[in-house]
């Protein structure tokens, strides 16, 4: 279920940029990372949404063939920095857009209305969670299930347990992301005011609260003991990022996102975090270590986003852009149509990943097949998960008269697009 790496560890106008960003005049050239015109989706984002809920939905079943295909094996970072940057991306130019048009009162009851129905998502996904991971437990007569999960306290005492799962404080495991987007998005019109303010002094003061974490070890406690598996003080930082982006700081780095050097650091880092994870895999490599680099880098946290964690995404990142431009055919290739529309349906699909990921984990537990039954469980939930987000879409789009699948800022499914 985790890996050795877990172990160890707004107007949108080009006219308008500038004022959003507080920059100068638009250069000649095309920046790495542009805004959407009003009405268009940014597709990349959408993309590499999708990507991260299937890549998330893999690496909760057992490490079989297709878990050694997913990013955690060869870097730092993993499928859940995508994640949270993206929505911090998709937030910030939704709610940022509404913030300017209507007001702060009125984007705020917004962002506070989107916030209620992710919360409202996650208790629903726990109920029907925990009601699945019993059942099972009881048909097969396996309390394993139930301990693997992390469902035993509820079985104790479910009162006071039911309790503490709607306070965020006690969560089966696979179910974490959610409760640590929630507390993001509530800070989110306080983050916003910020950047219509200053853009990189709101992304300074979340650096300095990240420093702080680490500093004077800041955590959230959940029950029954222990801490949240995804710190909200340090992930923040990962999230104002994306806003900071949004906001047009993405189009402040340009130059240098485009710089060869910056590629060349870029390749290089990448190169190091891979070298390094070969050596969780095969000790033999481990010799090779510094020791005094191994004592600086160790436990490399994903709890508290080590800054190596951050630093890899920020490195996949800058490659992605450079190489994959907005205006990229491939966007339109129906063969990437199915991450595409997973991406432009976050919720639900996530939500249903979790689902399946137990589900699958049951049936490789219960049945040996060994890899070839694994790459069945692996390529059936993804299609499902498709399958689903094909099923979405067209209520949206034909079904759905209320004429919401038409309004703008579409980007952001779990932020909500229809802001």
């Known amino acids: 279920m985790t890996s050795v790496a877990d172990q160890i560890s707004g107007p949108s106008l080009a006219a308008d940029a500038g004022v959003i960003a507080g920059s100068a005049p638009a250069r000649a050239e095309a920046p790495a990372i542009a805004k959407p015109a009003a009405g268009e989706r940014e597709l990349r984002l959408d993309l590499f949404r999708g990507l991260a809920l299937w890549l998330i939905f893999i690496d909760h079943l057992p490490q079989n063939l297709l878990t050694w295909l997913t990013i955690r094996n060869y870097g730092f970072s993993d499928a859940t920095e995508i994640f949270i940057f993206i929505s911090g991306y998709t937030a910030s130019f939704v709610y940022g857009r509404a913030m300017r048009d209507v007001g702060f009162v009125v984007a705020t009851a917004r962002i506070l209305r989107r916030v209620w129905q992710i919360y409202v998502a996650h208790v629903f996904l726990f109920t029907i969670f925990l009601a699945e991971i019993s059942y099972v437990a009881t048909s097969f007569e396996n309390p394993l299930y139930s301990e693997e999960m992390g469902i035993m306290d509820f079985l104790k005492e479910p009162d006071v347990t039911i309790v503490q799962a709607l306070l965020l404080r006690f969560r089966p495991v696979n179910m974490d992301v959610l409760p640590l987007y929630i507390v993001l998005m509530l800070f989110l019109p306080l983050i916003l005011w ?121 490195a996949l990142a800058a490659v992605t852009v450079r190489f994959l431009p907005k205006d990229w055919p491939g966007l339109r290739s129906p063969w990437l149509r199915p991450l595409i529309l997973c991406g432009q349906h976050s919720l639900e699909i996530f939500c249903l990943g979790v689902f399946l990921a137990f589900a699958g984990h049951f049936i490789l537990a219960e049945f040996s097949g060994g890899t070839g039954l694994h790459f069945v469980i692996s390529i059936s939930g993804i299609l499902i998960m498709t399958a689903a987000a094909w099923l979405f879409s067209w209520y949206k789009h034909s079904a759905d008269k209320s004429g919401r699948a038409k309004a703008t800022g579409g980007n952001a499914d779990m932020a909500g697009g229809g802001a």
């Open 194 to 314: 910020l950047m219509r303010k200053s853009a990189d002094l709101t992304l300074g003061l979340a650096i300095l609260l990240y420093a702080a974490t680490w500093h004077f070890d800041l955590y959230l406690s959940a029950y029954p003991s222990g801490f949240w598996v995804f710190n909200p003080f340090a992930w923040q930082l990962l999230f104002v990022f994306g806003a900071w982006c949004a906001q047009g700081g993405a189009q402040r780095m340009s130059r240098i996102l485009t710089s060869p050097v910056t590629l060349w650091i870029c390749v290089a880092y990448l190169l190091f975090s891979f070298l390094v994870t070969l050596t969780w895999y095969v000790p033999q490599l481990s010799h090779f270590m510094p020791k005094r680099l191994e004592q600086w880098m160790y436990p490399i946290s994903k709890t508290d986003l080590d800054v190596l964690r951050f630093a890899h995404f920020l």
